[in-house]
C-alpha cells in the first residue's frame, strides 16, 4: 500500500491515539463487518477502508485516532511471534552483506536465476527482507498465483495451515508448481509464472509450524506484495539440498552436484553440520553466511570448514547488538603460533643436514632434547591438541562489549584448498 492508494481489505494499519502516540493499535487485516477492540474502544473495519494515511478516525468512545500504514520494521515488531525474529536492523544488515543486485526483469535473460537459501525460516522477518531486496528481478505475479496474499485470511497468525508450504513429502522440482486447487490454464499459467522467475527465495525449516506461521507472516505484509518470491520448505537444510542434486542434476542416472545456489543463510543452532552440504551447492564466489548467538559456535563453523577441506574463504566476523550500525567486525583467524612455526623450521633445518629421513629424526631427536626452549614446549603441547591451528578472536577496535549475535562470512572458492591464514 503506498500513500496514494487508500486503505482496502486484507490491508493491516497501526492506528495512533492522536493526543498520545505512545499508545497505539496494529489491526488484523480489514474485512467487512469485523472491528477493532480496544481498552479505548471499538473501531469499524468499515470505517477503516477507503481512507488514506494519516487520516483520522473515531472510536465508540470519541478517542481519536491516526492511521499509519506500517513500515517493514514496524510490521516485523508489531506482527504476532512464536519464535524470536531476526530483527529488522539485523536482517538489513545480512542483506547489505549479501550484495545483491538484480536487473529489472526481461523475459529473455540468459543470465541464470539468482537462487537464495535461507536455512532456519523462524518468523520470517529475514525472509520478508530477503524478498524485497530481489523483488524486481521477477515478472508481475499473477493475481491467482497472490489470492491468498491479496486477501490474508483472518487468523492467519493462529495454528492453522496456510497453503503453499512445501514439505518433504511434497517437493516440486524449482521450475513446477504443485497446485492441487486449480486446474487447467490456470495452473499451467502459474508453473510457466514460477518458471520465468529469475530470482527465488528458498526458505527451510525443520518445523512446520515456525514454516506455516513465517507464510502468514509473509503474506500478511502489504497484500502480500513480496510472497511470490519465496518458496517455503519444511524439510533438514542438508537433505534438502541433497534432494535438490537429485531432482535438478540427474544425467544417465547419476547424480551431478552441480551448483545452483548464489547465496545461503545459516541461521541454525548447528549451522556446522550443514555448511559443508550448503557449500557444495553455492556457486564460486557465492557468499555464505552463518548467524549465531555466540562467538563460539562461528568458531565451530571454522573448524569445520578446516576439517572437512571445504572451500569457504572467511571473509569476516560481524559482531551484532544494540547501538553497533552496520556491525562490529572482529579479527577471527587460524594461525600457527610462531612457537610452533620455529619448532618446524629447526626440524627442516635438521633434516636437510642429516642427508636422509632417518638421520633427520635422529638429530632432530638429538637437537629437540639439547635446546629445549619455552617456545618448543609450547609448540609440543599445541601438537599434542590437534593439528597445531589456534584461533585467534578479538574485537578490532575498542573495548569488549556484550553483543546480540555474531555473522560469519564466507566466499565460495573455486577450488579445493587451504581455508586459513597463517602469521608468522
Not at 540468459?110 to 523462524?122: D, H, K, M, Q
Not at 522440482?173 to 486446474?183: G, I, K, M, N
Not at 518458471?195 to 505484509?221: K, L, M, N, P, W
Not at 610462531?338 to 633434516?351: N, P, Q, S, T, V
Request: proline residues 5%; charged residues 25%.
Amino acid at each position: 500500500m503506498s500513500a496514494s492508494r487508500s486503505v482496502a481489505v486484507g490491508d493491516r494499519l497501526i492506528l495512533r491515539m492522536k493526543e498520545d502516540f505512545s499508545r497505539e493499535l496494529f489491526t488484523k487485516p480489514l474485512r467487512h463487518g469485523k472491528t477493532v477492540q480496544s481498552q479505548w474502544g471499538s473501531i469499524p473495519h468499515d470505517s477503516l477502508i477507503g481512507k488514506f494515511a494519516r487520516d483520522t478516525v473515531a472510536s465508540s468512545t470519541g478517542r481519536k485516532f491516526q492511521v499509519h500504514v506500517p513500515t517493514l520494521e514496524e510490521y516485523v515488531t508489531l506482527t504476532p511471534r512464536i519464535v524470536t525474529p531476526v530483527y529488522p536492523t539485523d536482517a538489513s544488515l545480512i542483506v547489505s552483506l549479501l550484495d545483491i543486485h538484480v536487473v529489472p526483469y526481461q523475459s529473455a535473460s540468459n543470465e541464470r536465476p539468482l537462487e537464495i537459501l535461507e536455512a532456519g525460516t523462524g518468523h520470517g522477518s529475514l525472509t520478508l527482507h530477503l524478498a524485497r531486496a530481489v523483488s524486481g528481478a521477477n515478472p508481475a505475479p499473477l493475481a491467482e498465483s497472490l489470492e491468498d496474499s491479496e486477501m490474508p485470511r483472518e487468523g492467519v497468525f493462529d495454528d492453522g495451515s496456510p497453503s503453499g508450504v512445501v514439505s518433504k513429502t511434497n517437493k516440486p522440482a524449482p521450475e513446477v508448481l504443485v497446485a492441487s486447487e486449480t486446474e487447467g490454464s490456470t495452473a499451467l499459467a502459474k508453473q510457466e509464472w514460477r518458471a520465468s522467475r529469475r530470482c527465488v527465495i528458498h526458505t527451510v525449516d525443520i518445523s512446520a509450524t515456525y514454516s506455516q506461521h513465517a507464510e502468514g507472516v509473509v503474506r500478511g505484509f502489504r497484500q502480500g506484495m513480496y510472497a511470490a518470491n519465496v518458496d517455503f520448505h519444511v524439510a533438514n537444510v542438508s537433505e534438502w539440498v541433497d534432494e535438490q542434486f537429485k531432482i535438478r542434476n540427474v544425467d544417465n542416472l547419476e547424480v551431478l552436484r552441480n551448483p545452483f545456489l548464489s547465496h545461503a543463510i545459516l541461521d541454525l543452532p548447528r549451522s556446522h553440520d550443514h555448511i559443508a552440504q550448503v557449500a557444495a551447492a553455492l556457486h564460486t564466489d557465492g557468499i555464505l553466511i552463518a548467524f549465531n548467538p555466540s562467538l563460539t559456535q562461528i568458531i565451530d563453523c571454522i573448524k569445520s570448514i578446516i576439517a572437512e577441506e571445504v572451500p569457504l574463504w572467511l571473509d569476516k566476523v560481524v559482531e551484532l547488538g544494540a547501538g553497533m550500525t552496520g556491525g562490529r567486525e572482529w579479527d577471527v583467524r587460524t594461525v600457527k603460533p610462531r612457537a610452533l612455526l620455529k619448532a618446524e623450521r629447526r626440524h627442516k633445518e635438521a633434516e636437510l643436514a642429516s642427508g636422509s629421513v632417518t638421520d633427520s629424526l635422529e638429530a632432530r631427536s638429538k637437537n629437540v632434547e639439547k635446546s629445549r626452549t619455552l617456545d618448543e614446549e609450547q609448540s609440543q603441547a599445541i601438537s599434542r591438541s590437534g593439528t597445531g591451528w589456534e584461533m585467534i578472536c578479538r574485537p578490532k577496535v575498542g573495548e569488549r562489549v556484550v553483543g546480540g549475535g555474531f555473522l560469519g562470512v564466507w566466499r565460495k572458492m573455486a577450488d579445493r584448498g587451504s581455508t586459513h591464514n597463517s602469521e608468522g
